[in-house]
């Protein structure tokens, strides 16, 4: 699997309900980053969570960063239907001299939320 | 206090032409990149630059692809000779520095006829 990869790729819920989605990466990173794209739009950024973070909230969203698994999570909670876009999460991984400007995005999860 | 900006938004060039695609950073950055998201894909890193150099161009194809940063006015991503495989949403991306958070600008949708 490459770097920063979404699970599941597409997730449909109705409106009001909440909504999870996961990321995974390979190497170690500082930061983890989740951006939201609407169709055929631009990246919205959503929220960044540092490596010594376990966990960060923002209005409905919340975010857990487990770094001994490589994986994180993006939680929307009471979600609308104005939520429905695609999820990507972003992450930079460690080298020498400290931050990766390059960031690593996986393939995204496509959520729909149904009125 | 504007976002980053591309324009144009849209571009259609036919096979073999060149396509300039440019990007403003927000106020106050210096530090600009550009990806390349392909259909059903992720964005992939392409170049990273702050004014008048080219820091990390590791994913910029070795051919017909260039990028600038001047000391005035916008980053330009050149891809001369455009090929069908070239189409594709190209964003750009700005930040205070390169730890920083990045912000991206709405990209442009190059489709090569």
């Known amino acids: 699997s490459q770097q920063g990869e979404e699970d599941p790729q597409a997730l449909s819920i109705q409106e009001g309900e909440n909504a999870t989605m996961n990321c995974s990466y390979k190497?170690?990173?500082?930061?983890l980053q989740w951006y939201r794209q609407n169709s055929g739009r631009g990246l919205v950024h959503l929220i960044l969570?540092?490596?010594?973070?376990r966990e960060k909230h923002s209005g409905r969203l919340r975010v857990t960063l487990d770094t001994s698994k490589k994986s994180s999570s993006l939680l929307i909670t009471a979600s609308r239907a104005a939520d429905t876009a695609s999820y990507f999460c972003?992450?930079?991984?460690?080298?020498?001299?400290?931050?990766?400007?390059?960031?690593?995005f996986g393939k995204g999860t496509l959520l729909t939320v149904n009125p | 206090n504007a976002g980053v900006m591309q324009n144009p938004r849209h571009l259609v060039r036919r096979r073999g032409q060149e396509a300039r695609l440019r990007c403003s950073p927000m106020k106050g950055h210096s530090h600009v990149y550009w990806y390349r998201q392909l259909p059903e894909e992720g964005l992939k890193f392409m170049v990273y630059?702050?004014?008048?150099?080219?820091?990390?161009e590791s994913g910029m194809p070795k051919e017909r692809f260039s990028a600038e940063f001047p000391k005035e006015g916008p980053s330009i991503l050149r891809i001369q000779q455009v090929v069908r495989g070239d189409s594709a949403a190209y964003f750009c991306?700005?930040?205070?520095?390169?730890?920083?958070?990045?912000?991206f600008g709405p990209g442009t949708r190059l489709t090569v006829l």
């Open positions: 969570i540092r490596s010594n973070e």
């Open positions: 190497t170690s990173i500082n930061n």
């Open positions: 991306a700005s930040s205070l520095g390169p730890y920083n958070e990045q912000f």
């Open positions: 972003a992450t930079d991984a460690v080298r020498s001299g400290g931050s990766n400007y390059k960031l690593t």
């Open positions: 630059l702050q004014k008048e150099n080219i820091i990390d």
